[in-house]
């Protein structure tokens, strides 16, 4: 188990990986943490909360042990994967940014959620599954959802109707003929009707007769005839020959291949290369760009638009023509639809070929020789035998995984290393070639030998330097090194590729310095990040000639500018395609610039009047330059000052009319802010009218806020939405602050003058108080406003004792659904004695709040309430009724350690978390709802007994319980049993009488006992774990659970000899794990049949005396791990099956497998993954 807790200041793991046995991680209130390392192959449990900058979390690549996932009040945790393994809990809880939950496993058993803003999937389109279990499991997590989420699937099978029909199918019939021309005018005309072109309707009607009343039809042909109001032009389609071909297996809609006919070339060439793409696949319109113009569909000609000019020009043709579709995600991808990709398919022919899974499990299945195009899935291992129908063909032009880019914060997909230095050197023809998302820390040097290669994608790649010989390709237009935060150097000799047009080392965090030869490559449109140099690498002056740049540019390292003129030569205001700019000085406080250096260099780096992002940090001059908040920076969206700690004043960014956001941070030497912000004599009589997010952070100079002599701050920032200040502990003079809408307030670590100085936030929904000097209650004047307040936490008010007082009533705060209390050491009640909270309150937290002798009497009436967690109120006795909220579905205790007693439980709980209650003493679950789900219980010293109970439950955890005698909880509907460090007998008598029992793990067994027998009756047990369990008695004695997948056996004495086990048995056996168990045993598995041939991961650890494996007959074996075995070896041939091999601690495996150095590394060179340390 790891746990972390309020630990703001880390940002990181140390290493790329978990320990390799972990369970359990807990991660709590670690607000800067931006990365997880990768996961275990025994992690069981994942525990999220208010982990406040971690952005992404790729559910994909989790463990198959993974049981339990909890992810709480991480804001801006923007998506979750999908995922394909099994869980027994995932729950989400207030988790607002959460638009889409693509979650559903087809082996759920529990989801909960909790004040998420989610709305499940809206609908599925075109689904072939008729199996009945997925789409009932599909089905109940609705009920947790937004009310009104509904499914909606389209499907041209009618099994799939019926399979999932709750209400009559509805059977889409073709479109009318008047909906049909009408569509048909809208995308040939522009308009609803043939009004303004009469001459054009009846040949129209003809056309629109031979769509079969399709839309896709009508919308491609009408794309094909777009802006065409020539009668002859019109007839060529409606005239067209293929309309009387004869059909053909093919099956595709004449219209569609008239559609296609009727194509330029050029863009029939494009169109047709999309069939690279799998159904579905949403792509990206840049990426695609990118890829034309690398196989040549790009023709740059004398006077023409540039390359990348022409393909938007092409792409934005396809998709007027409707061969192309936006998709309902971001505004930048875009799919086509299945018939299209049919037709794409179609007409290329073999010429493009999809790698899928079952292609490679076909052995007779080759392909083409006239193949050129390969596309394929990323696989978590990529083996070399997945490309083995590559072999012999030499004209292949493109490698490309998809997705294109995933921005993956934890590399987990690998690369066999045979797939680099063998097969991609025999490709001599490639012009695109990607290993985006690979785990590659070096390319070989003979990729310089792909003379032909125009594209190369290392994205997301642990790659730290790439080769010289990268600098042979002197056809190269795009490389591609996004994210990549090992990469510390760019090769020397980079300047060579002189056709460069694309470098993005975008989130490369470790890249230092930059060569100088980069300023030869002036075709460079993409380079968002230049690091300036003081000796020998790129200097500032040399961006004068890169006059081709656009999008986003960063420009680090300005401290090493010594001569205000490399600003000048620079030329940043001709840059007109620049969009985003960054202008970074070092964060360290020395340096050899002085103060007037930086004000002259900065005013001269003016940037390009169509700029829509500008941010500054570590500026050391004591003003802005007047262009900084000029109005001729109209189309400015977004404004970040970051410690500028020398300045004393603001620019005038008031008068920037639609700026939208605005960070300021660390201004240590801003002491007033007042009309200057604004914009004195600006032309706008409303400032920030735009104006819809502004944070103020580390101000800790900062006195006061005004708005020169108005005297307070009506009509300004009329549309601001959200505001944040934090640590600015001076602020005491502050203008009334009437901000109508605004939605979320977030105040940390300044006086309680701030809070007094709102007024009327009647649209406020979210609001955040933390650390607040001086506060001991909510003021009646500033609650009487929040009439559409929805979440209001508080934290770390050292002097509040009551949220509500005197005649302040719960209809102040009407709408109110989570609060949330924490750290207030002088908190006595939430409310005064004769005081309720309102009854719509959802979810209730209180935390650490040591004085804390009550809740709020009335609770049991709260209808709403279906979360309550108490932490930390050590004072904390008993519940004010004897009833539990009749609605609460999640009770979670801990660290009350005065806790007598429980109230008795609802009608619709379903999850109970009980931990370090000491004084607590009974656990009566023979009351328990039929509901519960989930119990867990832990370091419940004083608890001496639990009544036996008989519902089903999903989970079942015990832990640090030595008290306990008897466990009687089996009830005969258990799936997963966990118990650690308890004194436990079994029921006597024989077997546990749990048949449906799916997963049981026992930790920690104090006292002597026998389990003969105890397992007989497990039918259904698929694992077993046991764990620190020294006096078991003779294990295992009798037959173990026939349908065991995973066995694991950690740290247990008097084990009967693995000879008896009677593994070869069990069929089903996918894991087996043997950890610091039979301190004398010299060989393992020697003797023949010991485990079953379906065995596919295997791991041995803490065997001192163990010198040899025999795994010989385990053919399915795919993740081998060995740790701690001092005396072993060697390793058997059976590795050639593996797709991940780790080794730690062996030292004589370490010297023989040693990557290229060691005598046995051929033998394992070939694995995807392979570590050895």
């Known amino acids: 188990m790891l746990t972390i807790r309020k630990c703001p200041k880390l940002v990181s793991f140390p290493e790329a990986s978990l320990p390799p046995m972990l369970r359990s991680l807990s991660i709590r209130d670690c607000s800067s943490l931006e990365s997880l390392p990768n996961y275990n192959s025994c992690l069981e449990e994942l525990h999220l909360w208010n982990c406040s900058s971690l952005r992404s979390l790729p559910m994909d690549t989790f463990p198959s042990t993974i049981k339990s996932i909890y992810i709480n009040d991480c804001m801006n945790l923007d998506s979750i994967s999908e995922m394909k393994i099994e869980l027994d809990c995932f729950r989400v809880s207030d ?35 008729e199996d009945y279990t997925k789409w009932d499991l599909l089905r109940a997590p609705f009920q947790v959802g937004v009310p009104g989420s509904k499914i909606i699937v389209t499907t041209r099978n009618e099994g799939v109707a019926s399979t999932m029909g709750s209400i009559p199918t509805y059977h889409l019939k073709e479109l009318a003929d008047d909906d049909c021309l009408s569509l048909l005018a809208q995308h040939a005309l522009g308009t609803s009707n043939f009004g303004a072109h009469p001459n054009l309707k009846e040949i129209g009607v003809a056309i629109m007769s031979k769509c079969q009343g399709l839309p896709l039809a009508v919308k491609t042909l009408g794309g094909i005839l777009h802006n065409k109001h020539s009668s002859n032009e019109w007839k060529d389609v409606l005239d067209c020959e293929i309309w009387n071909l004869p059909g053909h297996k093919s099956g595709i809609l004449p219209a569609l291949r008239v559609s296609y006919h009727h194509l330029p070339s050029h863009l029939k060439q494009m169109f047709a290369y999309c069939a690279i793409f799998p159904k579905d696949y949403e792509f990206d319109k840049d990426e695609l760009v990118l890829l034309w113009m690398a196989e040549g569909f790009l023709p740059q000609s004398e006077g023409m638009k540039c390359m990348e000019e022409l393909g938007n020009n092409c792409f934005n043709e396809l998709l007027s023509r409707s061969f192309f579709q936006r998709s309902g995600g971001m505004e930048s991808k875009f799919v086509m639809h ?18 899928d899974d079952s292609i490679e499990s076909n ?128 090769p020397t000799d980079i300047g060579n590729l002189v056709n460069l047009r694309h470098l993005d080392n975008s989130d490369t965090v470790n890249l230092q310095e930059m060569p100088l030869g980069i300023s030869k490559l002036t075709s460079l449109q993409t380079l968002p990040k230049i690091i300036v140099c003081k000796n ?69 780096l003016r940037p390009n009047r169509e700029l829509k992002c500008l941010k500054i940090g570590f500026y050391r001059g004591s ?97 601001l939405h959200e505001l944040t200040m934090v640590h600015c502990p001076k602020l005491v003079s502050v203008s009334l602050l009437r901000l109508l809408s605004l939605r979320k307030l977030t105040i940390i670590s300044c006086s309680e003058a701030v809070l007094k100085s709102f007024s009327e936030l009647t649209s406020l929904n979210t609001l955040k108080i933390w650390n607040i000097s001086g506060l001991t209650h909510l003021q009646e004047e500033f609650t ?37 209390v924490e750290g207030c050491s002088q908190l006595v009640c939430l409310v005064e004695e004769a005081q309720m909270l309102h009854c719509n309150l959802e979810s209730l937290e209180v935390h650490d709040c040591d004085r804390l002798e009550r809740l709020p009497t009335g609770l049991k009436n709260h209808t709403s309430l279906k979360k309550l967690t108490i932490r930390k109120c050590p004072k904390l006795v008993s519940f004010p009724e004897a009833s539990l909220p009749p609605m609460l579905r999640s009770l979670s205790i801990r660290d009350c350690s005065s806790l007598e007693s429980l109230p008795n439980y609802n009608s619709c709980l379903e999850e109970l978390h009980l931990w370090n209650c000491s004084s607590l003493r009974s656990l009566p679950m023979d009351t328990f709802p039929s509901t ?31 008290n306990l005698e008897l466990l009687r909880v089996f009830a005969p509907d258990f799936s997963y049993v966990l118990s650690y460090n308890i004194g436990l007998s079994f029921p006597p008598g024989s077997g546990l009488l749990t048949p449906n029992l799916r997963r049981l793990s026992i930790k920690g067994m104090a006292n002597d006992i026998s389990l003969k027998g105890k397992f007989e009756s497990l039918t259904s047990l698929e694992e077993l774990s046991m764990s620190d369990c020294q006096s078991l008695g003779s294990f295992p004695d009798g037959n173990l659970p026939p349908n065991l997948t995973k066995l694991q056996i950690n740290r247990c004495g008097k084990l009967k000899p693995l000879s008896e086990w009677g593994l070869h048995r069990l069929s089903s056996l996918r894991t087996f794990l043997m950890m610091d168990v039979y301190p004398e045993l010299r060989s ?15 791991v041995i650890a803490s065997m001192p005396n163990l010198k040899s494996l025999g795994l010989q007959n385990l053919s399915s074996l795919n993740y081998l791990e060995i740790f701690d075995c001092p005396n072993l070896r060697s390793l058997p041939d059976v590795l050639t099956t593996l797709s991940s091999l780790r080794i730690m601690r062996c030292p004589h495996l370490k010297r023989r497998f040693s990557k290229e150095k060691g005598m046995d590394w051929p033998k394992i060179a070939g694995i995807p993954y392979v570590d050895i340390v």
């Open 95 to 129: 988790w607002p940014n959460l638009e889409l939950l693509r979650v559903f496993a087809p082996d759920f058993s529990y989801v909960l959620s909790y004040n998420v803003g989610l709305s499940f999937p809206p609908g599925s389109d075109d689904v072939w599954n």
């Open 338 to 355: 299945d018939l299209l990709n049919d037709l794409a398919q179609y007409v290329v022919g073999k010429i493009c070929f999809w790698l």
């Open 363 to 490: 052995e007779q299945c080759k392909i083409s020789q006239k193949a050129r195009h390969l596309a394929f899935i990323r696989h978590h291992y990529e083996e070399y035998k997945r490309f083995k129908s590559l072999h012999g063909l030499r004209s292949v032009r493109t490698f490309l995984p998809v997705p294109v880019y995933k921005s993956y914060n934890w590399a987990r997909f690998y690369l066999s290393n045979s797939i680099l230095v063998e097969l991609l050197p025999k490709l001599r023809y490639l012009r695109i070639l990607s290993l985006s998302g690979y785990y590659i820390n070096q390319l070989p040097n003979s990729i310089g030998d792909l003379k032909h290669l125009r594209y190369l994608n290392l994205s997301a790649t642990s790659i730290e330097w790439l080769p010289e010989s990268v600098c042979a390709l002197h056809n190269l237009q795009t490389l591609l090194l996004r994210g990549c935060n090992a990469l510390c150097k760019l």
């Open 536 to 604: 020998g690498g790129l200097r500032l002056r040399d961006l004068k000639n890169m006059l081709l740049l656009r999008g986003m540019l960063s420009i680090v390292g300005l401290e090493n500018v010594m001569d205000v003129r490399d600003a000048d030569d620079a030329n940043l205001s001709s840059k007109q395609n620049i969009h985003e700019l960054e202008l970074i000085w070092s964060s360290g406080i020395g340096g050899s610039q002085n103060e007037e250096l930086q004000v002259n260099m900065l005013d001269i």
């Open 623 to 719: 003003t802005f330059p007047s262009w900084i908040g000029d109005p001729s920076l109209s189309k400015t969206v977004r404004i970040d000052l970051r410690d500028c700690t020398n300045c004393v004043s603001l620019p005038p960014l008031g008068q920037l009319p639609i700026l939208k956001e605005l960070h300021i941070q660390g201004m240590h030497a801003v002491k007033s802010i007042g009309a200057e912000f604004y914009g004195v004599g600006s032309a706008l009589e409303t400032r920030f009218p735009s104006l819809e997010t502004l944070s103020f952070e580390g101000m800790p100079e900062w006195e006061e806020w005004s708005c020169g002599n108005a005297g307070e701050f009506v009509g300004h920032l009329p549309r």
């Open 784 to 820: 009487h406003f929040l009439v559409s307040l929805q979440v209001l936490e508080l934290g770390d008010c050292d002097m509040l004792v009551t949220l509500l007082k005197g005649g302040i009533t719960p209809q102040h705060l009407s709408h109110l659904q989570c609060l949330h």
């Open 932 to 962: 519960i789900k989930s119990i867990y219980i832990k370091d419940c010293m004083n608890l001496d007994s639990i009544s036996e109970m008989k519902i089903e439950l999903d989970c079942f955890r015990i832990s640090d319980w030595p």
């Open 1084 to 1098: 393992f598995l020697d003797e023949g049949l010991l485990l079953p041939s379906s065995v596919k991961s295997l």
